[in-house]
């Protein structure tokens, strides 16, 4: 659930400045995608959900395109470049500059960390609050905290430190509670010790981490506070990782929305974006994927085998076997299988776009149907009109694409072309095989048909020797059957 009410005590500083060096891509590691919106785009969104103060994103690597990432969905947002010096550390210090003398708590999160929800972040805020503490660090236990930082813990069981892997001992190596990378500081502990955390560790960073050691120092103390679910803190630095990620984001959103009163028959072959909405009582089959800002109505089938890509889709209709993207399906309609959607493409109620059919900036009248075999671009469809099979509007003259009307109560005959720019008049008729080229006014039946001529004996005389020249020759010579007369 979404905090309306700001938070003028908390600032939240989210961490996307690292190389992502694993990633193996030109792509910045925290742009990677899961579940419709890039890692750090995930973070944002939990990160606005708690109401804070202030929300400021660190950048340094291929900094112009995280910053257009962020900026881009949310203009309100905060961008501050990490310098030369490297490290969490320093990355922190950078954002506090920016906050100027802001006293009241910083939470930081890590832009590759896309699976922490709000009420996990809104109970530590609150924790750290109950507490009274200088810091506290967001832990988990896990089997293999091969790659995390440790939490070293006290005899008194409290947090004494935070010791990364490659600066381990043997015995610090063995500890199972691991570092989330999930923070929240008092401001000016926080700004305090920054000032004092060096370099001297196996990488020459300036780690955040160190921070916790110097607040133990001063005598300030620190908690940390156990998550339950462990997949949450997963971090995200390479694609095995990025796989498994989405794999989990795309199990808690399936699951939202079987709560919610979806039908999902197999979840493991069903994947739906974090921005789709689905209404109560849709049903999706198995091998389908619902993605972007797709928004399916209350009783409408989807699949099996289906891709909705930033589509709309009506009250009870069906989509069966088919590829979508940035197309309207009205309610009652029924699409596919095996049934191709291009953009503009906007369906009204009844319609049907059956068996490979392929559709383009359409748009198809209520109750009208292009049952099959069928290209359908740039074209405007009247009211209950029924196309006959292969019907194909001709829409690119080499040059420009130009449109194709036709009106509605209109039938059309068996492989149709429609040479745009043409109007079909209302309750028109076309004859098999129509080459239309010219306008058709109402009510009229349009025809392009040439006398057919046989050429008897073409076969045996051209094709001497195959199969059909021996048949025909075989069919000429038997004899005729007696009729009767």
């Keep these: 659930m979404t905090n309306n009410t700001l938070d003028a005590s908390l600032a939240v500083v989210i961490l996307a400045a690292g190389q992502g060096t694993r990633m193996k891509s030109a792509l910045p590691k925290v742009l990677h995608r899961i579940g419709g919106r890039p890692l750090v785009g995930h973070v944002l969104d939990t990160a606005r959900d708690l109401g804070p103060a202030h929300v400021l994103v660190v950048v340094r690597h291929e900094r112009d395109q995280v910053e257009g990432a962020v900026l881009g969905v949310s203009p309100e947002i905060v961008v501050v470049d990490q310098d030369e010096v490297p490290g969490t550390g320093r990355a922190v210090e950078v954002a506090l500059e920016r906050l100027g003398d802001f006293a009241g708590d910083v939470l930081v999160l890590s832009g590759d960390v896309p699976l922490l929800d709000h009420a996990t972040l809104e109970a530590l805020v609150a924790d750290h609050r109950a507490r009274g503490v200088a810091a506290t660090v967001l ?24 010791v990364e892997q490659k600066d381990a001992t043997a015995a610090e190596a063995a500890v199972v509670e691991i570092n989330a990378g999930v923070y929240v500081f008092r401001a000016p502990d926080l700004r305090t010790q920054l000032g004092r955390v060096g370099t001297d560790n196996a990488q020459g960073e300036k780690y955040l981490t160190d921070v916790i050691g110097l607040l133990r120092s001063d005598a300030l103390a620190v908690a940390a506070s156990i998550v339950d679910d462990v997949a949450i803190t997963l971090g995200v630095n390479d694609r095995a990782q990025l796989a498994e990620a989405g794999r989990l984001l795309n199990a808690r959103t399936v699951r939202r929305w079987q709560l919610a009163g979806a039908t999902i028959q197999d979840p493991a072959t069903t994947w739906i974006d974090v921005t789709a909405t689905l209404a109560p009582d849709v049903t999706v089959l198995p091998n389908s994927h619902i993605l972007r800002s797709t928004v399916v109505a209350a009783g409408a089938v989807i699949g099996p085998d289906t891709t909705l890509e930033d589509c709309e889709v009506g009250e009870n209709a069906t989509v069966r076997r088919t590829d979508a993207t940035l197309a309207v399906i009205g309610a009652g309609a029924t699409v596919g299988p095996f049934a191709y959607l291009r953009p503009g493409t906007n369906l009204a109620a009844g319609g049907k776009i059956g068996t490979f059919v392929e559709t383009k900036n359409a748009t198809i009248g209520e109750g009208s149907k292009v049952p099959h075999l069928s290209y359908i671009g740039d074209t405007t469809i009247g009211r209950h009109v029924n196309l006959g099979a292969g019907a194909i509007t001709a829409n690119y003259d080499d040059i420009a694409k130009h449109r194709t009307e036709i009106g509605d109560e209109v039938h059309t005959g068996s492989h149709n072309v429609f040479v745009a720019p043409v109007r079909i008049g209302d309750g028109a008729k076309t004859g098999a095989g129509a080459v239309v080229r010219k306008d058709v006014p109402a009510g009229a039946l349009a025809l392009s048909v040439a006398p057919q001529r046989n050429v008897e004996g073409w076969v045996e005389k051209n094709r001497p020797g195959t199969g059909a020249a021996h048949a025909a020759t075989r069919a000429r010579s038997a004899p005729k059957a007696d009729d009767g007369s």
Excluded: F
């Design 139 to 162: 832990s988990a236990v896990v089997e293999d905290p091969t790659g995390y930082g440790r939490i070293i813990r006290d005899t008194h069981g409290g947090v004494a430190r935070i």
